[in-house]
């Protein structure tokens, strides 16, 4: 959120600072025609990053005034053993041996 201002004040110093030089340089020797366009576009990015700036800001804003969410209620279900897979397997009394015939 601050890197949006301090880039906001960086174009902007960086624009104001090129159209005034273009500004003070009557003659027009030491910019070529396209410097202004290069002046606007620094104002046209700062102006973008101090809207950013502001839109975050504003965000942050309504979010810390709003109450936090209620929390849903905790449903009680109903327990199935024949789905539990966490719980240890349950000895059965014939250690293993078949329960077939002979």
Request: glycine letters at 6%.
């Amino acid at each position: 959120m601050r890197m949006n201002l301090m880039l906001a004040v960086f174009w902007l110093f960086a624009s104001v600072t090129l159209l005034v030089m273009i500004y003070v340089d009557k003659e027009g020797q030491h910019f070529n025609k396209s410097a202004p366009w290069f002046g606007a576009l620094g104002l046209v990015l700062a102006a973008y990053n101090f809207a950013r700036w502001w839109a975050a800001r504003s965000a942050a804003k309504a979010r810390a005034a709003q109450p936090p969410p209620e929390r849903r209620p905790v449903e009680r279900r109903e327990y199935h053993p024949e789905f539990d897979f966490n719980r240890p397997e349950e000895p059965n009394g014939n250690n293993g041996a078949s329960t077939g015939g002979s």
